[in-house]
Nanobody
Framework: QVQLVESGGGLVQPGGSLILSCAAS????????MGWYRQAPGKERELVAA???????NYADSVKGRFTISGDNAKNTVYLQMNSLKAEDTAVYYC???????????????WGQGTLVTVSS
């Protein structure tokens, strides 16, 4: 029905930068919001950043000033620019989207498969 494809994870040294991207495709009528969550080993999944179709953003306190979320509504794509990365940012990052789907026009939530970000020297 709807697919979210993430890219951009990998290994980076402390203080480095990475850009994650997530493209949504399929039976999409409109996008309500997209965002990124992360889950570190032994921890619960947590919100990192989110952006609405209108451009409003929300960040976890731990990433404010270091991460920037942006979106391209025409491409149904969201980006996460991560700067000044720390070891504690190491996690699997998941894309999340709240989408109005075609045919039923219901708002449904979808998840990507996850991309691993490892911050280590």
């Amino acid at each position: 029905q709807v697919q979210l494809v993430e890219s951009g994870g990998g290994l980076v040294q402390p203080g480095g930068s990475l850009i994650l991207s997530c493209a949504a495709s399929g039976s999409i009528s409109s996008m309500n919001a997209m965002g990124w969550y992360r889950q570190a080993p032994g921890k619960e999944r947590e919100l990192v950043a989110a952006i609405t179709s209108g451009g409003s953003t929300n960040y976890a306190d731990s990433v404010k000033g270091r991460f920037t979320i942006s979106g391209d509504n025409a491409k149904n794509t969201v980006y996460l620019q991560m700067n000044s990365l720390k070891a504690e940012d190491t996690a699997v990052y998941y894309c999340n989207a709240n989408i109005v789907v075609l045919r039923t026009l219901r708002s449904l939530e979808f998840w990507g498969q996850g991309t691993l970000v490892t911050v280590s020297s």
